[in-house]
């Protein structure tokens, strides 16, 4: 019927003049850990287009800035960074293992260059032979806030690699802690003991063994 066609266009013609909306337009979705991606590249490297991530399987939350991923250590740091929460991206274990995690800092403003352990701690690098021991690159020094650097804790518990002797690192003097009971007494962690190489154990002073 003509009555039934006039309708059928009617709704039709108020179809099609309807705003467009983009993507562009559109708010970005809070992360989540459902926006997991595993394409990788062409090449087949687990890498992403991102700027702050998390791994699926962590809650630390890395800046990822030449190749490399530097750990946020805190939420006033984050804010201090002026980044965005929104845009952290939740990745794979594969993808977030492809980038190294950065092992020199130095403070903006300082020249300064510390070890940042496995452990979340900072170990100053004493002078350029010992940096150089290791197989440090210059270039792979990462600028930081003062801040930031001042929120990591010192590390203080040093073991010669090959050596079973845990030593108290305090001011360049290194002291032999002579028994678990000592070292246990006087409340240290054994996870936090950082292994160091020849080259630096040798670097500091020999105090008296602590018994």
């Known amino acids: 019927r003509s009555s039934d066609l006039i309708i059928a266009l009617s709704i039709l013609l108020a179809f099609f003049s309807l705003p467009v909306i983009t993507l562009a337009e559109m708010p970005p979705a809070p992360p989540n850990d459902n926006n997991t991606d595993d394409s990788g590249d062409d090449n087949g490297n687990n890498f992403v287009n991102a ?13 990822i800035k030449n190749g490399k991923r530097h750990w946020i250590p ?55 032979t010992v940096f150089n021991s290791y197989g440090n690159n210059w270039e792979d020094i990462f600028e930081i806030s003062p801040e930031e650097l001042n929120t990591y804790k010192p590390n203080s518990l040093i073991r010669a690699n090959g050596d079973f002797k845990v030593y ?15 070292f246990n007494a006087r409340g240290y962690d054994w996870n936090k003991i950082a292994p160091v190489n020849q080259t630096e154990i040798n670097y500091y002073q020999t105090g008296n063994p602590i018994s």
Not at 57 to 62: A, E, M
Not at 168 to 182: D, F, P, R, S
């Open 51 to 63: 700027n702050l991530m998390k791994s699926s399987n962590g809650y630390k939350v890395y800046e």
């Open 168 to 182: 108290l690192l305090e001011n360049g003097t290194k002291q032999w802690i002579e028994t678990a009971k000592e």
């Open 74 to 128: 805190t939420a006033e740091i984050f804010n201090a960074y002026n980044f965005n929460w929104n845009n952290i991206q939740v990745v794979s274990e594969n993808q977030f293992n492809a980038y190294p995690r950065v092992k020199l800092l130095r403070a903006t403003g300082d020249k300064s260059v510390y070890y940042l352990t496995e452990s979340g701690m900072v170990r100053h690098i004493p002078n350029e």
